[in-house]
């Protein structure tokens, strides 16, 4: 098929610029419009952009003009990198026409927004009719979680599937990409530990997204899993990949061989397998002592893998383990293109 | 009085290193004796040792010659840096004629062994009475917690003092200098975090040496505390400064005001108060959100004194926080001093 | 005597949390007046200040109460930690009234401004005289060097007197706290280096500062040195301490040996010997081949010192070295306050 | 072509292992034997590698047994990863009857083995002829410069070519992988510089290796360059890609924008532009002022590119400029692999 053009809201920040990167051979998605803040508007991306990825951004891109967030382009898709208010004051403008994936937090515990990892709960995306029946919108607004949320929810799934949990404690070491650009001031990181973020919602996001994720669609709404979750984050000096140490007590007994052979079989559901993001699996389960670590795994699957190692028993709960993602592919900008990724082959994006 | 000539076992480590740059004006302690393995065996201390610490070795240091750690000197007390083997070796020989205040894991678990944190539990010292009726010795052998846990089960001990402890998750965040030198190579650990210490070890003794800390002297013996303890550790990029998570059950509902007070109003017991290297808050309660940190905190109390913040309630178990302390200098090497000056304290040295 | 109330000139950013940590036990002087910008004037320090160093702010400063930097108070002496531009529209103000020892750049190169280091050009000062009389001052005003050049010119100067210097190359590893706060963004340098610092205007900085430094005080003015300098800086991930390395041609050639020898006698000129801030050793010469190190020598002589190494032949010009020095402490606050000491000791400052 | 089959000597170390990462796909050659230290032989690869690159060895390599590297095995190339030592003792014989491209440093300044960067001084592989002429060889010895002489030499080649060079100076930044592991100890590293790299050695291959790179081959002899050079070298906490500062004196007066120019213009020769390693643009010429930085442009043209920024006038010598190149890509095994490749299309090796 002809690649379909696409909007990326909020084009310049962290997460704008990996949506472009990762988006620079896609098969399917072609980008037409680049939307940026008051400051970058009816200039040239490239001259205004701070890239702070490797490399440079495309020629191609660098000399697309940005446009302005308000106004809705004629196109079928847009990926949102939008930060959290400047989300909440364009993505419904953009949704009643348009199919957003948002990477945004503005919108993800709305009732009627699927919070979506394809291979976790790709039926949530049945929320959508609801959209458009009840808010009558032409587009739809989908999200994905929480960098540090999306790891662990995909860790945990082939749990829950297996066992139920019940009790979930979450310890996070996280990236300074997470933060954004310029974020976290260097005076504050080298030889050292943050041990909060964003003032505790970062936390309050661990403790409340999984259980909507992990919910089940039935009759226009979800029904929310019900795991009890305590989690305490850190920021550790790694520019890419989280980190988060779990301890899990089922509501079935869990046994860790048995969770080792849940996640070893876990496989994506057959819509999800084959688009052009999904990485080969899904859960790379690790035998190494040693293993996940930030700089050798974050890019497993290019960045859209989560590892998980050390699954063993615990004094206490029933199993612990470490989860790895990548924070800013699967963790952010490569979690939304896989969002769109799967409105494409579910039929809800308008290709012609 | 007259300074107390000392002999350090293992001089030539980190920690021994730090020994004796935190024995270089002290008021008790006068370094008489080094030993060192068979490589070092007869050579000026400043030409054979590769000094990991800030600065030099003090000259006077710097020119003593070596000594074989089986050759027991004529000195009442003995700092032992040994690692485990040679602890194994050595100690007992020394004990048999001197006090000795190891670091080493080697005895802490050995029943009629001291595992000493003075502001927590300096009447375990009664067991050197057995010590020397049972074995015979003139000498005792007194240890000191592992690096993680030291902090730990300062931060615990008035928490467990008025609620008493049920269960306890610790996931730490490591500094290199706890492995020694050459220790982690930097290959593995800039822009990376490894999930594991000592292959499970490190956190064996997380999950046991707590419960002698806080165990109960009585006739002869320590009976244990009762805490069921899972332990994950990580190791960060971080020079100095060990970071735990923690989130605590109480045996009775452990109310996070309450515990903030508690911690507050926690004093070294008298006899630990006026030693030399006490701090002058053994545990220090933050306020801010973003503290404890390791680079700012470490050297609280000349990184004697143990940091806590983030005290608060937990959604699974009753209150989480934050530990913070020097694994070098009160988790090792100024630990073990504090112990020696806790058995000058107490007249457990021999002092004509 | 008693201590002498002092203002400091923009207290709330790094440099001036330095001057604060640094004054907090000092013999001669006192925290009078802290003076900040228009967001913080009329509150308490301690809650506006985001405090960067280790620890925190002396309880007696955190309750002082920020004042503007436009109105000159009563003080004989003031700290400015200005950034250029605040301190091109006060400092002029205040020196009309008091003695301003100032780390700004904006008046480095003004010609009746005396550039100190005590040890290298104490002699400068006499520009105060010029500078009462031309612009009818009652106070003064004294600049200490860039950063970068303070540990150079120490290091140099004994060289200048042995030989003369005809040409130096400079290549600079800096540390991200001579940024400032929030400074270099940790997604800039973790796992990286910036080859370029403020964009070029840090090399002009070292290719024209030292000139006037190691130039000749007469009748009024300062004859400027006369060495072609070649300056290539870059910023690398260290927290403090500033490395340079030189390549140097003397005026007469200069020989590594006697050129060490004339590092190791050099001595500061009596009156500054007993400044509270002289560190024992101006510039101290390390044998060992892998010294000066950022980490553990930035902290000699309380930071106020400059370390040296590798002092050997060039293959091109005469001889070759490395130069360490504590960039916040020695480089700039520690700087500014021994140049306050010095006025003291010159009789600069009116003490009653 | 069928693949031709080609043995790796030291297949375990840090160049080993990035041999084996780079051939993981390539075109022309296949990974037939790999050779270690007598620890190793006999054992199955993936169980006795620490592998220290991201990811894990390719399935197909780990299953295969270590061979002796003493022990020349049947393949008509071999790539040779081994330690200085190793090398002396066993690379003559493998040369004997098979090509050995090399990096280890044993044999770069011999008379009569190049020391080849494709780009720069193909045409020295004709010293092949005399080799096997005088040594009564098959095979041939070619080696790849020092990780830091690489990228210098290939920025300077277009200027050499245009103006001559009479002098440089060169300061380098280089990272942690370059010590191989377990190398630099985080503790030396974090937070740090270590302003020396092998005791002096470093700087030697540096001030030496470049002169054989661009001399002249004629007659069965290279006449080296007469470039007088000086070099510092420090080691920084980044692990990958080696930054170069340099100033040039040239033959004949140096411009800044004719320079810039002839690094635009210079092109690889024919027949290195056509290897399946050759970089689109060997050097790449960078505008922005604070590029290039290890981390962003590391791997240009997949780790082969070198990259110059800052390209401007110096006030002693004609230009100054910022180089930076992978070090253990292009500066190692990368390297090694294009030489390689080099040799086959130059038709030094036996293909059938």
Not at 4 to 21: D, E, F, K, N, S
Not at 151 to 176: C, D, N, W, Y
Request: proline share 7%; glycine share 8%; aromatic share 4%.
């Amino acid at each position: 098929m002809s690649r379909i053009p696409i909007a990326i809201l909020g084009a310049t920040g962290a997460v704008g610029q990996r949506m472009i990167q990762l988006l620079a051979n896609h098969p399917w998605f072609e980008i037409a419009v680049l939307t940026g803040s008051d400051r970058t508007i009816g200039k040239p991306y490239g001259e205004l952009v701070r890239w702070v990825l490797d490399g440079s951004p495309p020629p191609h891109i660098a000399s697309m003009i940005v446009q302005p967030s308000d106004k809705v382009a004629d196109v079928a898709l847009a990926l949102s990198a939008l930060p959290t208010d400047a989300a909440r004051s364009y993505e419904e403008l953009w949704a009643a026409h348009t199919a957003v994936c948002s990477n945004a937090s503005a919108y993800r515990m709305t009732p009627d927004v699927p919070l979506i990892i394809p291979e976790v709960n790709h039926e949530h995306l049945s929320l959508i009719d609801d959209q458009r029946k009840t808010r009558g919108w032409r587009g739809a607004l989908v999200t994905n979680p929480n960098c540090s949320v999306i790891g662990v929810a995909m860790a945990i799934k082939p749990i829950e599937s297996a066992f139920g949990i019940r009790q979930l404690h979450v310890s996070t070491l996280q990236a300074v990409s997470g933060a954004g650009y310029p974020g976290v001031a260097s005076l504050d990181i080298i030889d050292n530990i943050i041990p909060n973020i964003a003032n505790g919602t970062e936390e309050e996001k661990i403790e409340t997204e999984p259980n909507k994720i992990l919910g089940t669609y039935a009759a226009g709404r979800i029904d929310s899993a019900q795991i009890q979750i305590s989690a305490q984050v850190t920021r550790v000096p790694v520019i890419d990949g989280h980190t988060a140490l779990l301890s899990i007590k089922g509501v079935h007994a869990i046994n860790a061989d048995e969770a080792r052979s849940a996640i070893r079989e876990y496989v994506a559901p057959e819509i999800v397998k084959n688009l052009p993001s999904s990485p080969e699996r899904a859960v790379i389960l690790h035998d190494h002592a040693e293993r996940p670590q930030p700089r050798r795994d974050r890019d497993a699957g290019n960045g859209m893998s989560t590892s998980v190692g050390r699954l063993r028993a615990c004094p206490i709960n029933d199993v612990r383990m470490v989860v790895l993602s990548h924070n800013t592919i699967r963790g952010a900008a490569g979690g939304a293109i896989l969002n769109a990724e799967l409105l494409v082959a579910a039929g809800y994006i308008r290709t012609h």
